[in-house]
Structures are given as C-alpha cells and as structure tokens.
C-alpha cells in the first residue's frame, strides 16, 4: 500500500503564499504522474495540478489562473505545489495522488491531506 504525507499548510491572508510537500512511499514515483487535489468544506474533491513522470508537463485547473505551480522531485520522492496570491476560495484540504496522466484518475489510496486556510 502507498503512503503519502502532505504537509506545509497552514492559515494565511489573502494575497500570500504556501508551498506544500507530498511525501511518497511509492516506489515508482519517477515513473508516475503525480497530481494535487483539494476538497473544500461542503464539496467534491476536485483536481487541482498534475505532472508527468519525467520530461516535465503540467496541467492545471482551469480555475487557477497561473497561480499555482507544480514540481517534484523524484531523488527525494516528493511532490510540491506552490500557491500564489491565494484567495478565500483556495481553502480546502489538499491531497496528492498518482493519477493516470490525461484522465487525473486517482490511482492510490488517500492521505490525510494538509490543510489550507486563506482569511480575507
């Protein structure tokens, strides 16, 4: 089973920033895509970013607007997600996930998430 540890949330005013980690028991984390998800209260989960495995592309929410951006690092197994002049409407719990990379099909069990709280 794969284990995934998100952390670097945290409360923070409009306008600022937030990096997030996810850490990967997967062993084949360099060959997999790997993606963000976030759920706020009182909705579905939804996708946030992914990246491929190895030569780098990204795809985002629509919604984002270039705020966020997403890198990994497979000598260390860990995704990142930074987060760029968030809004009130970025607070959520944020997940990580292998996913199939087009369709952003989660593919492992999920973590306990890190939470992000944006005050306006």
């Known amino acids: 089973q794969v284990h995934v540890l998100e952390s670097g949330g945290g409360l923070v005013q409009a306008g600022g920033s937030l990096r997030l980690s996810c850490a990967s028991s997967?062993?084949?984390?360099?060959?997999?895509?790997m993606g963000w998800f976030r759920q706020a209260p009182g909705k579905e989960r939804e996708f946030v970013a992914a990246i491929s495995w190895s030569d780098g592309l990204t795809d985002y929410s629509d919604s984002l607007a270039g705020r966020f951006a997403i890198s990994r690092d497979n000598a260390k197994n860990t995704l990142y997600l930074i987060m760029n002049s968030l809004k009130p409407e970025d607070t959520a719990i944020y997940y990580c996930?292998?996913?199939?990379?087009?369709?952003?099909?989660?593919?492992?069990?999920w973590g306990q998430g890190t939470q992000v709280t944006v005050s306006s």
């Open positions: 997967r062993r084949t984390f360099s060959s997999s895509a």
């Open positions: 996930n292998s996913v199939n990379w087009g369709t952003w099909e989660p593919l492992d069990y």
